[in-house]
Every structure is written in structure tokens, then in C-alpha cells.
């Protein structure tokens, strides 16, 4: 299975644009491609991307100087320019390319870099901008192959008259002109702020692992990615190396091609997966982290809920009516068992720390997202919090699966303290705090912890099909609109429903 969402877009286009097809006769092809595969929801969504392509490029006005309905003429190499040392001990040369869709003609160049979701509210990011602005305006053809490992071959430069950056969202079609201007025009773009921001990447930096992680080449040989052979319990599937966390696990549970298509990114309908007591959860959260995030650190308070009892939000998720005071509760609640609470003075805290680890035997890169990381003297914690209307019952392994990460987490030496680290759980309910703290060192505690972790992992990692599991998974499924199995559940669904409530009048 592909592993990157736009790759069949780009190669559906290429057969219309440097193949004469059309958009249907490249789409069968690409279709029935038996060497790459696709999923039948991403062929789904391919098609759809298509043609939002060609809908947004419809809708874009032609440069200036150019006559109506002529057309630039796509190409197919990429456009680089080399540049020497910008100041003593950079290296001889380094290298700017851009790639995405290349159209050149009438003194033009243009670039249309293709997204998944919609650009009509995407942020801009200047320095991109300006680095592929000036790329066009100043760019070469390259000569090499796509996979040589040398410095670029680059053809003749052909100056032009005009360069001009667009953005397209194929979720939508919408698009956007980002930049149309003259060469000079687009150099003058590339000012001391690209070129401080090169210097930068030249000169390399700390590493930040993170989410990013696991579509890194280099990460078997990352010196802040602890290896950890057998960490999952499985060995080698023969599949490519992949990424793991501990919502793919809960993903994969409810539908293997729900995990598929969040791993490739798709644009998602969170309203399908939002329920009011998720988005109260992740206000809480939110809330709690940017307290643990003031500087200087301080404890937590009573005082510090929202003022606003009855409708309040953060980071994006808005609550109101019950669940915003059930959520001003808990926040006031959560200042009663918080970590910093008694802090001496040397206590640090570090909330939503991303943890890697890479597990060899299995080839696969596992990624934690820890909701706060504190030290206390010389004692570190890992505490995970959890909201609930009301306490839950049974194994709290069992009922959060992400306890029983952090606690191999632990065992594994990975997290600050290395094996000495304590894992807790702290819920938040309507009925008050309760932490709970877990012994990472008891043999039966980790023993539960990798059952628990081996059901999450193992039917995953063998799986090169993410097959849909249509039914009860489709209700809150973020990706329905592009699985073709689910439209078959829901009027299933449908049907029964019109059934029962006829049954239910006679």
C-alpha cells in the first residue's frame, strides 16, 4: 500500500498532463497498477483529488500577458538553482529545488504547490514563499536522475518575464495566488530572513524527536532516539518501517482502514469523531497544559478555571452548558492533586513531551505523547490524566492503554529518570480527583502492560491490507466521506432502522 496520500494524485496528473489520457483513462490506470496498489478508500479520495485539481485550476484567473484560454505547458523536471557560499565556511555549494506541479510558457513559470485540506484559511509561510519564488525566477532545469546521490546536473537557464506561486486544496478546490510578481520582484522577496534561515539549516541543530519521527530515514541512527530491540514484542514483518502510537492501536481496533487513512493524512470530518465529551476532554487538557506551561512555574489554583462557567473554550475546543461547567470543575479539581502543588524549588515540569523509541526487531518507530513529564528533587514522573463523568471500574491498564505504554516506557530506561521514572494516573470525574499511582517495577504490573500493549500492536503489524470493518466503527469515523464500504453500512443502517420503526407501528 502507498504511504503518502498525494503520490497517486501526482501520478494520475502525469498521465494527463505528459500522456495525453484523460482524467478517467489515468485514473483507471493508476488503478490498476498491481505493483502499487492503492486502498479503496484512497483511490476514493484520489479521484476526488483529481478532479478538485482541475476544478481549482479552472478558477484561476490566467497571468497577465497571457491570452485567454491559452494554456502553460506542463514540465516535467524539476527546477533548481546552486549557490555558492554565502558567507566564509559555508559549504562550496549547496542546492534549492522545487518540486510539486512545474508549468512554464509565455515568459512564465509557475508553481502549484498541491495540499490535501482546503487553502482558504491555511497560514502562509513567507519563507517558503520567498525560497520558491526565488527559485523560480532564478532556477535551472535539473538534468540528474531523480535518485541521484551527487550535486545536480542543471540545464540552460531561460530567464522569464513573470513567476507566480499558487496553492491548491484538493479537499475543496479551493486554491490561492501566493506570489506574482517579475524576477527582481521575487528576489527581492528572498531577503536576509531566507538567507539567515538557511544558514541555519546548513549549520544543523539539537535533534527534537517527535511526531515526525517516523517518516525519518535516519531515525535507526538518531543518538535522541533510544533503540530498544523487542520493546514491542514483534519481530520484522517484511512491510516498510512504519510509525506507532497508541491512538493508531485504538484506531486500527475500530476499523484497520481508519488507521491506514489517518497515517496518510486524509482530511478528516472531526465533527463525525467529536463527541461533546471529547471536546470537553480536550478543553480540559488544553487548559491544563498551558497552566503547567506559565513561566515562572507555578502550582495550580482553584482560581485559574475559566471565569466564564457556562461557555468557555481553549486551543480551538469550545464547550458549553453542562459540559463547560463539568470541565470549570474539573480544572479546579485537578488543583487539589496537582503535581507542582507543594513544589520545593527545584521542581521542573514538562507538559505534552513527545517520547521515541525505536524498536529494531520490529522496524517500527513508537511515538508517546506524554501528558506531563515532572521532576520532583531527583525523583521524575510520568503522569497521564484522564476525564470522565464518573470514575471507572476494572483494570486501569485495561481501561487506558495508554498507562500501559508509559509503564514499559519506564521499564525500558527511555524516559528521564531512566528506570527509576513513576507512572500515574490522575481522573478527573465528576465526582473529584483520584491519582493513582502505578508500580512500575511490580513483575505482574508489567506483565499485564505488554499483554495489554500486545493486543494494540500485533494485529497491526502483520497487516498490509487495513482492511474496513463497516458497521458500528462508521458512526464516529472521520473518514467515511472516502471509504466506499461505509455508504454500503449506513444504508444498511438505514434500512434496518426503517424496518424496526416499521415493525415497531404496526
Request: charged share 25%; hydrophobic share 40%; glycine share 8%.
Amino acid at each position: 500500500m502507498t504511504a503518502w496520500s498525494l503520490g497517486p494524485l501526482h501520478d494520475v496528473l502525469d498521465s494527463v498532463e505528459f500522456g495525453s489520457l484523460s482524467v478517467a483513462d489515468a485514473l483507471a490506470k493508476r488503478g490498476a497498477d498491481a505493483r502499487r496498489p492503492l486502498h479503496p478508500a484512497l483511490a476514493q479520495w484520489t479521484e476526488h483529488a483529481v478532479r478538485s485539481y482541475f476544478t481549482a485550476v479552472a478558477r484561476i484567473p490566467a497571468p497577465p500577458g497571457v491570452p485567454d484560454g491559452a494554456l502553460l505547458d506542463p514540465v516535467s523536471r524539476l527546477w533548481a538553482r546552486q549557490r555558492g557560499p554565502l558567507k566564509p565556511g559555508d559549504p562550496d555549494v549547496y542546492e534549492e529545488v522545487v518540486g510539486d506541479r512545474r508549468y512554464a510558457g509565455h515568459g512564465i513559470r509557475e508553481l502549484r504547490m498541491v495540499r490535501t485540506a482546503s487553502v482558504a484559511d491555511r497560514p502562509r509561510d513567507d519563507r517558503e514563499i520567498a525560497l520558491a519564488v526565488g527559485v523560480l525566477a532564478g532556477g535551472s532545469p535539473v538534468l540528474s536522475a531523480r535518485w541521484e546521490r551527487k550535486r545536480l546536473r542543471l540545464g540552460r537557464f531561460d530567464p522569464v518575464r513573470m513567476v507566480r506561486l499558487v496553492e491548491i486544496g484538493c479537499a475543496d478546490a479551493s486554491y490561492r495566488v501566493l506570489f506574482e510578481g517579475t524576477p527582481e520582484e521575487a528576489y527581492a522577496r528572498y531577503d536576509a530572513d531566507v538567507t539567515a534561515h538557511i544558514d541555519r539549516l546548513i549549520a544543523g541543530g539539537g535533534f527534537r524527536p517527535g511526531e515526525d519521527c517516523g517518516r525519518c530515514a535516519a531515525v535507526a541512527r538518531c543518538p535522541e532516539v533510544p533503540s530498544r530491540p523487542g520493546f514491542l514484542g514483534v519481530t520484522h514483518s517484511g512491510l516498510p518501517r512504519r510509525s506507532w502510537s497508541m491512538t493508531t492501536g485504538r484506531s486500527y481496533r475500530a476499523c484497520p482502514a481508519r488507521a491506514h487513512l489517518a497515517d496518510l493524512f486524509l482530511p478528516r470530518d472531526g465533527s463525525m469523531e467529536n463527541t461533546e465529551a471529547i471536546v470537553r476532554g480536550q478543553a480540559v487538557h488544553a487548559w491544563i497544559e498551558n497552566l503547567h506551561r506559565r513561566t515562572p512555574q507555578r502550582p495550580c489554583s482553584p482560581d485559574d478555571a475559566p471565569a466564564q462557567h457556562d461557555a468557555w473554550e481553549c486551543a480551538g475546543w469550545a464547550v458549553t452548558g453542562h459540559q463547560a461547567r463539568l470541565g470549570v470543575q474539573m480544572i479546579g479539581d485537578h488543583a487539589l492533586v496537582c503535581p507542582l502543588r507543594d513544589r520545593p524549588d527545584d521542581t521542573e515540569a514538562h507538559p505534552e513531551r513527545p517520547v521515541v523509541v525505536y524498536d529494531p526487531e520490529a522496524d517500527v518507530v513508537v511515538i508517546a505523547k506524554t501528558d506531563l513529564l515532572y521532576r520532583v528533587g531527583h525523583h521524575w514522573t510520568l503522569r497521564e490524566t484522564k476525564t470522565a463523568k464518573a470514575p471507572g471500574e476494572g483494570d486501569p491498564l485495561e481501561q487506558y492503554p495508554q498507562l500501559a505504554l508509559a509503564v514499559l516506557l519506564a521499564r525500558a530506561g527511555v524516559l528521564p529518570g531512566a528506570e527509576g521514572c513513576r507512572v500515574e494516573l490522575e481522573r478527573l470525574t465528576g465526582s473529584g480527583p483520584v491519582v493513582t499511582a502505578l508500580d512500575v517495577a511490580a513483575p505482574d504490573v508489567v506483565a499485564q502492560a505488554r499483554r495489554v500493549l500486545e493486543a494494540h500492536v500485533s494485529p497491526w503489524h502483520a497487516d498490509a491490507e487495513y482492511p474496513t470493518k463497516p458497521g458500528e466503527a462508521c458512526g464516529d469515523c472521520p473518514f467515511t466521506r472516502w471509504c466506499p464500504d461505509a455508504k454500503d453500512a449506513k444504508d444498511a443502517k438505514d434500512a434496518k432502522d426503517a424496518k424496526d420503526t416499521g415493525e415497531a407501528d404496526a
